[in-house]
């Protein structure tokens, strides 16, 4: 199914508000899942739609909990995120820490009983936008074998890195695996298969098979490197959150657990320098390719958005009926907001991501 962004977008809305999810949390959830799509990441796109939905339905998820915030010092904020929206919980503590961080030079929120975050880098580009250096951190379920080893122990855990610059920040989003678990599912989804060393089945073995790979594991990416690197952040994530870890991990792939993941961010702020020259030079850098232009992280994804808006995002057909077939699919069907909780309106947002970006 071919179809322009704000025609997704204003579905994943319509969805969500019938979900009893208010309107701002709506648009928020909405456009960070087609931020996504948009960027050439469907596996943290509209394919997460659904289970959510199907969370909100049946009580794995609040639409309305925005987080339970705690100051532990004057610059760290632990926030028990009450199984509210990923982005709306994440968001709200991320504006919260801000003035911390200008305050400081640095502050951190770590947060619990949060779902899906989706699109880490999205996050860490917006606080870039804002002018501050942003790592952020997650979990997730036991997806990824050990080097050396065949059963999955580690989660993706992913690692995205912002960095102000002109005219558009550095901005690396990366998991810790060969690819998401979600890009497993997106390939069984259209039937597409994996490329070899992406995957083992259950038993140990490689696979192409997108099916079954979804009951096997990843593979780490970099070999012993990518493994290190994955374990090392999921071991720090859970050392300053206190969530579940490994495979006690559970709630952003199925829809009947609450999710226990952690999620962390730090901010930095008060840098006297500009990377902007230093991206400049690599960009200008003599290319392997003549016809194509070294690029750095967010480069592609960036212009990938810029396609996207101008000629409309591809969503897999089954996916598509799924969607519009589900209950509040049709406008008519959509919660006004008025009706909405009067506190869960007021969601501080960071600026918007522009589906015109």
Known sequence: MHTDLATAQSLAERLLISAGVPGPAALQQAELLLVAEAKGMPSHGL?????????????????????????????????????????????????????????????????????????LGYYAGRMAERGLVCLGMTTSEALVHPWGGTEAMLGTNPLALGVPAQPHPLVLDMATSQISMGKVHDHALRGVPLEPGWALDAAGNATIDPVAAKSGSIAPFGGAKGYGLGL??????????????????????????????????????????SATDYLDQVRGSRRADPATPVAVPGDRARARHRESVANGIDIADDLWRELTAWPGAQPEAARPEAAQPEAAQSIPALPAAALAE
């Open 47 to 119: 394919l997460r739609l659904p289970r959510l939905l199907r969370r909100l339905a049946n009580g794995t998820a609040s639409p309305t909990n925005t987080g339970r915030h705690e100051w532990l010092s004057p610059c760290y904020l632990s926030v028990d995120g009450e199984q509210g929206l990923g982005p709306v919980v994440a968001v709200r503590a991320l504006e919260a820490v801000i003035p911390a961080a200008a305050r400081h030079g640095v502050a951190v929120c770590s947060i619990t009983n949060n779902n899906h975050l989706g699109m």
């Open 232 to 273: 090392g952040l999921g071991a720090m994530v859970t050392f300053l959150t206190g969530a579940a870890y490994g495979t006690a991990v559970g709630g952003t792939l199925d829809d009947h657990r609450p999710s226990n993941k952690g999620d962390l961010f730090i901010l930095l702020s008060g840098g006297r320098y």
